[in-house]
Structures are given as structure tokens and as C-alpha cells.
């Protein structure tokens, strides 16, 4: 069972989701999060470098494993996710650098670089609590729709869509988002302890409708987050459009 959480805006839902992370790192501050990027968690990063000067969240034990990343870009490329995570929340907090786990996007090896991801996800004793967004297709991480879906982390391809969407990493030109990615699985975020969806804006709603209220499906990545026992989808009132 879903559980809904419907605030006001998109500060309350940062703010929610913040205070989420404080209290798990409160009361295991070796946690283990997994990580979105993207526009929706902006103000989640900037309340926890908030909470984290204020002295009222400490990351020197947490470690985090990013959901994706695009494929054939270094780590230190500006419109890479590395890059983004590290304007965002890194760079300002006080992280253990080798406890910060990424998909390689320069990896020659794509598949070997995935095992390798799933190995070190094993190793750190999975993920506590991950945190995704979701695309206004219903994606989660790169899983796009389709007639099937990857257990596993994996090499994807990104619809027009969602290159279109990701253009402001990259000049506003969409023709200079990569075409392919590295992504976590559905399975690799079905095996988190504790999942949390956070979603805002009109585009979202109905994505958010049809993952909630519709059959599990490939064509809906989000649908399977129903499968979890321990999902929270933390909305703003636009996201959440009708639901009731
Ligand atoms: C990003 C990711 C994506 C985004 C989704 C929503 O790491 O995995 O699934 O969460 O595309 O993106 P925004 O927040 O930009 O609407």
C-alpha cells in the first residue's frame, strides 16, 4: 500500500523530505541514500546544505549511490549528474568522498561498469531509504516505458522527451543531452529498505494518477513502486491533480 502525502507546495515538499533524511541520519548516521537528481529535488539540497550549516544534520558516516547518469560523459563534465550532485549538495556538505558511489558515464565498459554499481550498492548492505523523482512519462531513474523493463542497473536510451527535459544541463539544446544513460533497475530500487517519491508540478499529475491508480506496468515504471511495502509518494497539490 501507497502511502500519500499531499502539502501545499514545492517547499513544503522539499522541506518533508528533508526532515525524512535529517531523522534517518539522526538515528543511523551510517545510513545508506539513494539519490535523484533533476529540477524536483533542487529544494531538497538546498534545505539539507541548510540544515547541514545550521549543524542539525551530520553525513560524516551516510553513504549515497546516485540513481543514473548519462552514458559517455566524465564525472567532472558540467552537464553531467556528478557535476549537478556536486553544485547541489556535495560540495557543501561533509560527505566522505569514497562514500559517494556514481554510475560511471565515461566507463568503457557499460555492462561491467552496472556490475560493478550492483556490487558496491551489496557491499555498503543496500540502500536505506531512496529518494526518486519521476518523469512526466512515468519513468523512474532511466527506466523508461516499454514493453519491458531491466531489473538490474543498465545502459538505457532516453526518449525525445526526457533529453528534452534534461536540455538545461546543456545549453537549453536537447540535440546535446546524450542519447543513452546508466541507470539503476526497477529491481535495484525495489530492494531500498524504504522508498520516497517526491513529485510536483501539473506535468506530474498525470503520471501520478496512472502509477497510484493503474495496473503495474511496464508501460509505467512507477507503477511497480505498488509492489514495495515501505513507499511514501510526498506530493505538492498540483502533482497530486485529482487525486483525492
Ligand atoms: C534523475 C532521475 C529522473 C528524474 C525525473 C524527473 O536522477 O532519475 O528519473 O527524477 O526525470 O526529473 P525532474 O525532477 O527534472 O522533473
Redo the contacts with the bound molecule.
Keep these: 500500500m501507497v502511502k500519500v502525502r499531499i502539502l501545499g507546495d514545492e517547499g513544503a515538499v522539499a522541506q518533508a523530505v528533508a526532515r525524512r533524511v535529517q531523522r534517518l541520519l539522526a538515528s543511523a548516521p551510517s545510513a545508506v541514500l539513494g ?7 533542487v529544494e531538497l539540497y538546498a534545505r539539507l546544505r541548510r540544515a547541514h550549516a545550521a549543524g542539525r544534520v551530520d553525513f560524516s558516516r551516510a553513504t549515497t549511490f ?3 547518469e548519462f552514458l559517455g560523459l566524465p564525472p567532472d563534465h558540467p552537464g553531467s ?1 556528478r557535476s549537478f550532485m556536486d553544485e547541489h549538495l556535495f560540495r557543501h556538505v561533509n560527505l566522505n568522498p569514497r562514500r559517494i558511489h556514481f554510475l560511471h558515464g565515461g566507463a568503457v565498459d557499460p555492462d561491467r561498469e552496472c556490475a560493478r554499481y550492483e556490487a558496491a550498492i551489496r557491499r555498503a548492505g543496500g540502500i536505506d531509504l531512496q529518494i ?5 512519462n512515468g ?4 527506466n523508461e516505458p516499454g514493453a519491458a523493463l531491466s531489473a538490474d542497473s543498465h545502459r538505457a536510451r532516453l526518449e525525445p522527451g ?1 533529453r528534452r ?2 536540455a538545461a544541463l546543456f545549453g537549453g539544446r536537447a540535440s546535446a543531452v546524450p542519447r543513452e544513460a546508466l ?1 539503476m533497475g526497477v529491481g535495484t530500487i525495489l530492494r531500498a529498505g524504504a522508498i520516497v517519491l517526491m ?1 510536483t ?1 501539473a ?2 499529475a498525470p503520471a501520478i494518477a496512472t502509477a497510484l491508480g493503474g495496473p503495474v506496468t511496464t508501460r509505467m515504471p512507477a507503477s511497480f513502486l505498488q509492489l514495495h511495502h515501505d513507499v511514501e509518494f510526498v506530493l505538492d497539490r498540483e502533482a497530486a491533480g485529482t487525486l483525492r
Design positions: 539519490l535523484p537528481t533533476g529540477r524536483t529535488p546516485n540513481l543514473d549528474y526518486v523523482g519521476i518523469g512526466a519513468h523512474i531513474g532511466f526526457t527535459s534534461n541507470s513529485a508540478g506535468s506530474k
